[in-house]
């Protein structure tokens, strides 16, 4: 390799350029150790995305930022194949520090970049920004680079201080900031049970064959996940409780012929529902147990119903 003719950095003719920022905690932290060199580029390229996406405002129901950043987008900047791109992908995800959603139809996925800060150490430096907002007369002790965290002045100890029944503030209590942690996880769990449920229904191959139905496959995928993800013991269905890890269990087990099974029930329905939540979800659990009985009933249907070029059943002769 060809050394490059470059000239030296005078004075602060360093600062004018742009960089990717990959934190100093990736390198430094115990627990990415284990984690490749490239992974943590890849990391430093999507956090420097996520910024470009507040501002463009693309949040989920959540208000959590996401990212578009393909495979093949990672392999040309880090200048490696497809398949070492594809593992450092999933190098990310098994760390924690990211989140990939599919959204089928050949579109990419949704990727949430996580903060790499770990839950113990976002607590930590908490617990030091409110120490630091006693401190008036006394020098600041030293703290990471990583986390930035200065001084406040008076002015800010007193918006402090009124944003301290704020739940949404770092200085909510303790019971609620775990609160909120739970909640985290338990988005991520529900995120993680909507993609299982989605691959085993097909759902991109039920959305190509009937476009039309998209938002009422969407409503049954809501259903179950929303199902599967209770906190309660039972899930009520037909009126009984069901125990959760039950209905679990049997939703995790619908494929597309279930799906397509209910919409034809559905649809085919006359009568008035009152609660069709209620009545759809009921629709779905039952589905393993009843698909084969309605199918074999129209098959005997219509074997029982003379074809046109038949005479009407009372007055064929044996």
Same mark, same amino acid.
């Given at each position: 390799?060809? =050394?490059?003719?470059?000239?030296?950095?005078?004075?602060? #003719? !360093?600062?004018?350029?742009?960089?990717?920022?990959?934190?100093?905690?990736?390198?430094?932290?115990?627990?990415?150790?284990?984690?490749?060199?490239?992974?943590?580029?890849?990391?430093?390229?999507?956090?420097?995305?996520?910024?470009?996406? @507040?501002?463009?405002?693309?949040?989920?129901?959540?208000?959590?930022?996401?990212?578009?950043?393909?495979?093949?987008?990672?392999?040309?900047?880090?200048? $490696?194949?497809?398949?070492? @791109?594809?593992?450092?992908?999933?190098?990310?995800?098994?760390?924690?520090?990211?989140?990939?959603?599919?959204?089928?139809?050949?579109?990419?996925?949704?990727?949430?970049?996580?903060?790499?800060?770990? $839950?113990?150490? !976002?607590?930590?430096?908490?617990?030091?920004?409110?120490?630091?907002?006693?401190?008036?007369?006394?020098?600041?002790?030293?703290?990471?680079?990583?986390?930035?965290?200065?001084?406040? &002045?008076?002015?800010?100890?007193?918006?402090?201080?009124?944003?301290?029944?704020?739940?949404?503030?770092?200085? @909510?209590?303790?019971?609620?900031?775990?609160?909120?942690?739970?909640?985290?996880?338990?988005?991520?769990?529900?995120?993680?049970?909507?993609?299982?449920?989605? +691959?085993?229904?097909?759902?991109?191959?039920?959305?190509?064959?009937?476009?039309?139905?998209?938002?009422?496959?969407?409503?049954?995928?809501?259903?179950?996940?929303? !199902?599967? $993800?209770?906190?309660?013991?039972?899930?009520?269905?037909?009126?009984?409780?069901?125990?959760?890890?039950?209905?679990?269990?049997?939703?995790?087990?619908?494929?597309? +012929?279930?799906?397509?099974?209910?919409?034809? $029930?559905?649809?085919?329905?006359?009568?008035?529902?009152?609660?069709?939540?209620?009545?759809?979800?009921?629709?779905?659990? &039952? =589905?393993?147990?009843?698909?084969?009985?309605?199918?074999?009933?129209?098959?005997?249907?219509?074997?029982? #119903?003379?074809?046109?070029?038949?005479?009407? !059943?009372?007055?064929?002769?044996?």
């Amino acid at each position: 390799m060809m =050394a490059l003719n470059l000239d030296y950095f005078y004075g602060n #003719e !360093a600062g004018q350029f742009t960089f990717y920022r990959v934190p100093k905690i990736l390198f430094t932290g115990e627990e990415y150790r284990d984690l490749s060199l490239e992974a943590k580029v890849l990391y430093g390229l999507l956090l420097d995305r996520v910024g470009l996406s @507040a501002k463009n405002g693309w949040l989920d129901e959540a208000g959590r930022v996401f990212i578009y950043f393909t495979q093949e987008d990672a392999a040309e900047l880090i200048a $490696c194949g497809k398949d070492k @791109a594809i593992r450092l992908f999933r190098e990310l995800e098994d760390m924690g520090l990211i989140l990939r959603r599919k959204q089928g139809l050949g579109r990419p996925a949704r990727i949430f970049v996580k903060n790499f800060v770990p $839950c113990d150490a !976002a607590q930590t430096a908490e617990s030091d920004v409110k120490t630091s907002e006693k401190m008036t007369s006394r020098p600041l002790k030293s703290r990471s680079q990583d986390l930035g965290f200065s001084d406040s &002045n008076k002015t800010e100890q007193k918006e402090n201080k009124k944003s301290d029944t704020d739940l949404s503030s770092p200085s @909510a209590p303790p019971t609620e900031r775990r609160r909120r942690e739970r909640r985290k996880i338990g988005m991520d769990e529900m995120d993680r049970i909507r993609e299982t449920i989605q +691959e085993n229904i097909d759902y991109e191959g039920l959305i190509l064959d009937k476009p039309y139905d998209r938002d009422l496959i969407d409503g049954y995928v809501d259903l179950m996940t929303e !199902a599967c $993800c209770s906190s309660r013991d039972a899930v009520r269905i037909c009126g009984n409780d069901v125990p959760a890890a039950a209905a679990r269990s049997r939703f995790l087990r619908l494929t597309r +012929e279930h799906i397509g099974y209910v919409r034809d $029930c559905l649809s085919s329905t006359t009568a008035a529902i009152g609660n069709i939540k209620a009545y759809t979800l009921a629709a779905l659990y &039952n =589905a393993p147990a009843t698909m084969d009985q309605y199918y074999a009933a129209l098959v005997s249907r219509d074997l029982a #119903e003379p074809g046109p070029n038949f005479p009407p !059943a009372a007055s064929r002769t044996a």
